[in-house]
Each structure stands twice: as structure tokens, then as C-alpha cells.
């Protein structure tokens, strides 16, 4: 089953690069002009293979080529329930994926549209002494 949910995994991400040059024609257009397909590969088909690891009562899948404009990096995030809800808030895994879609860097994110700055570095340190990384590799950037 594992090689099965890997392999529809991959079929849909080829799909994206595929459509990879189209989209980064489109980005800061309005999102009615990318193609009805990529959406649905995007946004939903994605999400429900994902589901096959990450099951619906326990985490939050969504994935964004932006609100109103298309965005440069589009995402797929990966929220625990428990943390979030939101990419606005908390910390999820967050899937970026390059302008023309053919670089995925799964990265862990932080909200910060709703958090206020003092529990942003509070949860960055958190994270940070528990993943007990040599600090020249992370960086902080607090703006």
C-alpha cells in the first residue's frame, strides 16, 4: 500500500511540474487564470493522498497558490489540530514548492500573521533546544 500511495504521490507532483512554466507566467495574476486541473491537483488532490499518512482527526491538510494573486511559492501545510488550524498560527510542515514547481523543500514553518513576536521567539527557542541543532545552522531572522 505504502508503494501505491508513493507512486499516485509522484504521478501528481509530475503534474505539477509539468505545468510548471504555465505558472510562473501567472504569478501576481489572478488566480481564475490558472487551469482548473492544477487547482484540483493542487488543492485537493494532493491533500487526499497525503491524508493516506496524515489521517483527517489528527491533522489538517490545505494547500494555497495564493489568495487573490497567484503566489510565487506555492504550498501544501501539514497542521496538527492540536497546534493548529491555520498557517496564520502555531507551527505545521509546510511543503514549499518553487515558482516553476519543480523544487519541493518540506520545510517547518511558523504562523505569524496571529502570533504575537514574543511567542514567535519563544516557540522558535523551544524548537530550536529540542531539535538541539549546532546553532551556525539556523539562522534567526526576526523581522
Do not use: A, C, Q, Y
Given at each position: 500500500?505504502?508503494?501505491?500511495?508513493m507512486a499516485k504521490l509522484n504521478s501528481l507532483l509530475r503534474r505539477c511540474q509539468e505545468y510548471g512554466e504555465k505558472y510562473k507566467l501567472l504569478v501576481g495574476q489572478g488566480v481564475s487564470k490558472?487551469?482548473?486541473d492544477f487547482c484540483t491537483t493542487f488543492k485537493t488532490d494532493i491533500p487526499a493522498?497525503?491524508?493516506?499518512?496524515?489521517?483527517k482527526d489528527v491533522y489538517k491538510i490545505?494547500?494555497?497558490?495564493g489568495t487573490g494573486r497567484v503566489t510565487q511559492c506555492p504550498w501544501i501545510a501539514i497542521m496538527n489540530v492540536k497546534e493548529t488550524t491555520s498557517t496564520q498560527q502555531g507551527v505545521y510542515i509546510v511543503f514549499l514548492f518553487s515558482k516553476d514547481l519543480q523544487k519541493i523543500y518540506l520545510t517547518l514553518a511558523q504562523g505569524v500573521t496571529k502570533t504575537p513576536q514574543d511567542e514567535i521567539i519563544a516557540k522558535r527557542d523551544q524548537i530550536r533546544s529540542t531539535?538541539?541543532?549546532?546553532?551556525?545552522?539556523?539562522?534567526?531572522?526576526?523581522?
Open positions: 500500500m505504502e508503494n501505491t500511495i490558472v487551469s482548473d493522498i497525503l491524508e493516506e499518512w496524515f489521517p490545505k494547500g494555497s497558490i531539535l538541539k541543532f549546532d546553532t551556525e545552522l539556523l539562522k534567526e531572522h526576526n523581522e
